[in-house]
C-alpha cells in the first residue's frame, strides 16, 4: 500500500514548456487533489475531482490543466510554463464519505522554471 | 468566506520547552479543523484533528481544542523534542451545506526548530 505517489519528484523546465505531473493513490478514493505550495502562503487548491471523468477548479486554475480518466490517477498539465508556477506542487486524496474527511497527500514534486 | 489565520514564525524552542501555535478561523458553515505536519522534504501527514466544538484532537503529545467561542485551535504540545521540528499547517474542511467536498483551507504555515 504506497498510499500516494508523485511523479517526478523534481524538475527544471525552461519558459514555454510543457509538462505533466502525474498523481497516483491506492486506497480507491473518489476525491483527490492539487495544491501548490510557496514560501509564506500555505498550501492553495489549483484544481480538484470528484470523481472519474470530473474535474473542477480550485483557488488558482489559471496555467493548468488536469484529467482524471482513471479513479486512481489524477494528471496536472502546465501547456506553457512561466516561472510564477516555480513552486513545490501536491497531490492528495480523500474517501467521499463525510466521515472521513482526512486528505492523504503526496511527497511533492519541485518544479522549477528558468 | 473561509479562512485560516496561524501565528506567522519561526518559532525556536530549546527541547522540553512548552510549545503553542495559535490558530483562528472564519467560517460560514460548521468546519471540521485540523493541524498537519510537514517534516523536511516531505508532503503534509495529518497530526489531529477535531469535527466540532469543544473536541480535543490529540496525538504525539500534541493537544488542540475546537473552541466555537473563540474560533480558535491553538496548538499545544507540553514538552517538544528535537524530531518535532516541522512546518505545522493549521487547516479547515467546511461541510458546505451537504456538500462532502471537504476542500482544505489553509494557513500560512509556522515553522518550528527545536534545539537540544
Known amino acids: 500500500n504506497a498510499g500516494v505517489t508523485q511523479t517526478p519528484k523534481f524538475r527544471v523546465l525552461k519558459t514555454g514548456q510543457s509538462m505533466t505531473l502525474l498523481c497516483a493513490q491506492d486506497?480507491?478514493?473518489?476525491?483527490m487533489y492539487w495544491y501548490r505550495q510557496d514560501p509564506g502562503m500555505g498550501l492553495r487548491l489549483i484544481h480538484y475531482?470528484?470523481?472519474?471523468?470530473?474535474?473542477a477548479k480550485g483557488e488558482v486554475p489559471d496555467g493548468y490543466n488536469v484529467s482524471r480518466l482513471k479513479k486512481q490517477n489524477f494528471l496536472l498539465g502546465l501547456e506553457s510554463a512561466a516561472p510564477s508556477q516555480t513552486s513545490v506542487y501536491f497531490c492528495?486524496?480523500?474517501?467521499?464519505?463525510?466521515?472521513?474527511?482526512?486528505?492523504?497527500f503526496g511527497p511533492g514534486t519541485r518544479l522549477l522554471v528558468l | 468566506g473561509n479562512s485560516v489565520t496561524q501565528m506567522e514564525g519561526p518559532v525556536t524552542l530549546s527541547e522540553e520547552a512548552f510549545l503553542t501555535i495559535n490558530c483562528t478561523y472564519t467560517?460560514?458553515?460548521?468546519?471540521?479543523l485540523f493541524w498537519y505536519v510537514q517534516y523536511p522534504g516531505e508532503g503534509l501527514q495529518l497530526l489531529l484533528k477535531?469535527?466540532?466544538?469543544?473536541d480535543k484532537g490529540s496525538n504525539k503529545g500534541f493537544e488542540a481544542t475546537y473552541r466555537k467561542e473563540t474560533t480558535s485551535f491553538h496548538l499545544e504540545k507540553g514538552s517538544v523534542q528535537v524530531s518535532d521540528s516541522a512546518v505545522y499547517f493549521c487547516?479547515?474542511?467546511?461541510?458546505?451545506?451537504?456538500?462532502?467536498?471537504?476542500?482544505?483551507?489553509f494557513g500560512r504555515g509556522t515553522q518550528l526548530t527545536v534545539w537540544p
Open positions: 477535531a469535527t466540532k466544538a469543544d
Open positions: 486506497m480507491n478514493h473518489e476525491y
Open positions: 487547516a479547515l474542511s467546511e461541510r458546505d451545506r451537504g456538500s462532502t467536498l471537504g476542500r482544505l483551507y
Open positions: 492528495a486524496s480523500r474517501d467521499q464519505s463525510a466521515r472521513q474527511e482526512t486528505q492523504y
Open positions: 475531482s470528484v470523481g472519474e471523468g470530473t474535474t
Open positions: 467560517a460560514t458553515g460548521y468546519p471540521s
